[in-house]
C-alpha cells in the first residue's frame, strides 16, 4: 500500500507485536480487541476504511457496527464467517484429527502449526514456496485460546454495517472455506472476490501490488 502511494497503518493488538499485555494473552477476549481498534481509530482525524483478516476481520465488523464509528469501508479478507466457525472448525478437524485434538488438549493455536504439511494445507497454497511456510511457523506467535473460541459465540451483524463492504478470500483457503466466504458475501448483498493462488493468509502469497491494488480500488468506490 505505501508503494503505490496509499496512507495505511496496521496496529498490534494487546499482546501481540509490540504492544504490552503478552503475559495476559490467554486471558483476552474479542471485545477487548475492538476497544483496542477503537482507541487507535480515537486518534484518527479521519476514519480510515478497516481492513480485517481471519479473526481481525470479526474484530473489524464488530468495530463498523458501532454507530459512533463511522468507518467509509469495510474490507474482510478471508474473514471469520457471518456465522461463526462451526461449520469449517469440523471440517479442519475431520481433515486434521490429530492436531485439532493436540490443540484442543494444550488450549494452544499455535499449536496448529507445527507440522510444515498441515501448516500449509491449513494457511498456504500447494504452490507456496516451502521458505514461505517455514517463516511462517518459526514467527507465529500464540493467540487467546479465550478470544478464538469467541469467533463462535460474537457473530458479525451484517444489518449494522452502514458502510460499503468487500469481501475476498483465497482461492485455496483451508481454514475459511470458499462457501463460507461466499455466504459473508450474500450477507452483505455483495459480490465475493476470490484471490487466486493464495491460501487462508491471502496477504503473504502471490503478487502483494495485486491485494493493494483490489484494496485501492475498493477505497476509490467506497470513498
Same mark, same amino acid.
Given at each position: 500500500l505505501a508503494a503505490q502511494g496509499a496512507a495505511a497503518a496496521a496496529l498490534s493488538l494487546r499482546g501481540h507485536g509490540g504492544s504490552g499485555g503478552r503475559k495476559?494473552? !490467554?486471558?483476552?477476549?474479542?471485545?477487548?480487541?475492538?476497544?483496542?481498534?477503537?482507541?487507535?481509530?480515537?486518534?484518527?482525524? /479521519?476514519?480510515?476504511?478497516?481492513?480485517?483478516? =481471519?479473526?481481525?476481520?470479526?474484530?473489524?465488523?464488530?468495530?463498523?457496527?458501532?454507530?459512533?464509528?463511522?468507518?467509509?469501508?469495510?474490507?474482510?479478507?478471508? =474473514? =471469520?464467517?457471518?456465522?461463526?466457525?462451526?461449520?469449517?472448525?469440523? /471440517?479442519?478437524?475431520?481433515? !486434521?484429527?490429530?492436531?485439532?485434538? /493436540?490443540?484442543?488438549r494444550e488450549r494452544s493455536l499455535r499449536s496448529l502449526y507445527r507440522d510444515e504439511a498441515v501448516t500449509r494445507w491449513l494457511l498456504f497454497s500447494r504452490a507456496a514456496p516451502p521458505e514461505l511456510v517455514h517463516r511462517f511457523q518459526e514467527e507465529a506467535v500464540e493467540e487467546s485460546w479465550l478470544a478464538g473460541s469467541e469467533m463462535n459465540t460474537w457473530l458479525p451483524a451484517p444489518q449494522r454495517i452502514r458502510c460499503p463492504v468487500l469481501v475476498a478470500g483465497g482461492a485455496e483457503d483451508n481454514m475459511v472455506c470458499a462457501a463460507s466466504v461466499q455466504r459473508t458475501a450474500a450477507a452483505h448483498g455483495v459480490a465475493p472476490v476470490f484471490l487466486p493462488g493464495r491460501g487462508h493468509m491471502v496477504q503473504a502469497e502471490g503478487d502483494p501490488g495485486e491485494l493493494a491494488a483490489l484494496l485501492l480500488r475498493f477505497r476509490a468506490e467506497a470513498c
Open positions: 495476559l494473552l !490467554q486471558a483476552y477476549r474479542i471485545m477487548d480487541y475492538v476497544r483496542d481498534v477503537r482507541r487507535v481509530l480515537a486518534g484518527w482525524d /479521519r476514519a480510515p476504511v478497516l481492513v480485517g483478516h =481471519s479473526m481481525g476481520g470479526l474484530v473489524a465488523h464488530l468495530v463498523a457496527e458501532e454507530e459512533e464509528v463511522a468507518v467509509p469501508g469495510l474490507a474482510l479478507l478471508a =474473514s =471469520s464467517p457471518v456465522g461463526g466457525m462451526h461449520r469449517d472448525g469440523l /471440517r479442519m478437524l475431520l481433515r !486434521q484429527p490429530r492436531t485439532f485434538l /493436540r490443540a484442543m
